[in-house]
């Protein structure tokens, strides 16, 4: 009797929050319908999607069925995927004040302390304040005060190359690092260099692992974060922490470097040290150093691994479209000769180099969803409701893909973006996000790109490996590098080798 008691007052206040719920929805809604999505588990939802491997191609498939807007739902969370520019440029340009704050993730923004990064920070005045001094170093005027040392890096990367072709991924990813390094903390290559990029690649696999949907269940039902701290993702959410913050930790070490030659007079220029040098006066020393730390160490993660995946796809698409390859050597040829390496200066000679650039980004983008949104308030967008606190996702994969009946999105073709007749969208305003969390590095990674993929081409040939074909697979994560492949980099017969090493040798002693 108790017990039927129980159920029936159970089924009640059931019902009763349900129709609460309903009442709510239909109040804040007025009427217009979530948008569309794919039919879901009865307990998960269809949110496991997002875990899929490649689940940008799923997305972008949801088009053809559901629109431009496809609303996924489970565990209580709604995530709604953006597959148009159209919708990309109305929510997150237009209507910014409601889509610039970054969702809570649970793992990795609490537990690890990442929601004090400035990539994942809720919007406000404390992501302005770090914004502000990621832009003092990265703005279009500062960004040319780099150039040289991007050409430096350019030139040893050749000679790198020339030594130990195969370990191609390895030296890619060195002169991205080190560019980086150079940049906000003005450290030179030395050894010492080498293992803050070393420690900054596993600050990368623990950021990748801790935001990969699906993995920590705490993301989805909030209150385990109250879990005991010997349960297993409190101690890797604490392990996380210490590598990346901790006295020893990947930000910690080099900043304290900075402040020590500061102390000695022999920092040499960076972003770092010129922040220090002239603090505000509305936070305290310590509050300060924080924000330095957290900008530095943001701008050497998102800045290296994004510059390494694009460069790994370029020389992949090398190895795979030799046609294209000998057009732009042709053009580079043509325009530079061989009596020296490329500078920046020559990109607007180039229009075919800079087309490949543009094919490149576009045709394996580094971030097919792009960086998550939420939105503040409820809206209303396209005919459909988007409630507040749904995580937005600008699948920019799809307008990657979008069909076009000249030029096929599967086949790498940088003609498509010299073709007049075309109304093709420039990776250049998609692939960097958007509004005002737009990526703060876009100009200067522009330049190393275009620097790194010029002297490649002018110095080396690229073929596939002599024994097969190129897999191409891509790692599953925040930034879609190529898996490991092989091919063959050989010097270009024409090259002057002689030059190059000592153009080369210019860089190391400067
Ligand atoms: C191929 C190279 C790169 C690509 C494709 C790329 C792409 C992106 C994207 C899609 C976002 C998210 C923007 C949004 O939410 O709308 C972003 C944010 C960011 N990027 Fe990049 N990025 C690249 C290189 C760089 C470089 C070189 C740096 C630094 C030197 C950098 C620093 C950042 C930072 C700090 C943010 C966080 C901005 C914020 O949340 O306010 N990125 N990037």
């Known amino acids: 009797m108790l017990f039927t008691d129980a159920l029936v007052l159970l089924s009640l206040l059931i019902m ?149 072709p195969e370990r191609f991924s390895d030296h890619v990813r060195t002169s991205a690092g080190s560019l980086m390094i150079a940049i906000t903390y003005g450290i030179p290559a030395s050894p010492m260099q080498t293992s803050y990029i070393i420690d900054g690649e596993r600050a990368a696999d623990f950021f990748t692992r801790a935001i990969d949907p699906g993995r920590y269940l705490c993301d989805f039902l909030p209150f385990l974060k109250y879990a005991p701290s010997w349960v297993s993702f409190q101690r890797q959410a604490r392990e996380g922490r210490e590598l990346l913050f901790g006295v020893r930790g990947v930000r910690r070490r080099p900043l304290e470097q900075v402040k020590h030659e500061m102390e000695a007079g022999t920092a040499p220029p960076s972003l770092v040290h010129t922040a220090l040098l002239s603090p505000p006066n509305d936070v305290s020393i310590s509050q300060f150093e924080w924000r330095v730390m957290m900008v530095a160490g943001d701008i050497f993660g998102a800045g290296s691994d994004t510059t390494h995946a694009t460069l790994l796809a370029f020389i992949m698409a090398m190895a795979l479209h ?20 490329p500078i920046i200066q020559d990109r607007v000679d180039l229009p075919y180099v800079n087309a490949l650039l543009k094919e490149t980004m576009r045709w394996q983008p580094v971030t097919p969803t792009g960086l998550p949104r939420c939105s503040v308030d409820d809206d209303f967008y396209g005919g459909y409701y988007i409630p507040k606190n749904t995580t937005v996702l600008p699948n920019v994969w799809a307008i990657a893909y979008e069909p076009n009946e000249k030029y096929n999105p599967e086949s790498f073709l940088p003609e498509r973006f010299l073709d007049e007749t075309q109304n093709i969208p420039d990776p250049i305003t998609w692939a960097f996000g958007f509004g005002r969390r737009i990526c703060p590095g876009r100009y200067l990674a522009e330049d190393i790109i275009f620097i790194l993929m010029a002297s490649i081409l002018a110095v080396f040939d690229i073929f596939p490996p002599d024994d097969g074909g190129i897999t191409q697979e891509f790692k599953r994560g925040l930034v879609r590098a190529p898996n490991p492949f092989q091919c063959r980099i050989v010097p270009r017969p024409s090259a002057d080798l002689k030059f190059v090493q000592a153009r080369a040798e210019q860089s190391r002693t400067q």
């Open 16 to 164: 009763v929050f349900c129709i609460a719920r309903y009442r709510q929805h239909t109040n804040a809604s007025k009427g217009f319908p979530l948008p569309p999505g794919p039919p879901g588990n009865i307990i998960s939802g269809n949110i496991r999607a997002l875990a899929q491997d490649e689940a940008h191609r799923t997305f972008a498939r949801y088009r053809k069925e559901y629109g431009d807007l496809v609303m996924l739902q489970g565990l209580g969370s709604k995530i709604l995927v953006l597959n148009s520019l159209e919708a990309m440029n109305e929510l997150f340009d237009k209507r910014a004040n409601n889509y610039s704050t970054r969702p809570n993730f649970v793992f990795a923004g609490e537990l690890m302390g990442l929601n004090q990064t400035v990539t994942m920070m809720p919007y406000g005045q404390e992501w302005r304040a770090l914004r502000k001094l990621a832009h003092t170093a990265l703005s279009p005027a500062q960004v040319k005060k780099y150039h040289g040392m991007e050409e430096d890096v350019a030139a040893l990367l050749c000679t790198h190359l020339l030594e130990s």
């Open 322 to 341: 030799r046609d294209k390859q000998l057009k732009a050597q042709a053009e580079i040829d043509a325009i530079i000769g061989n009596s020296r390496l």
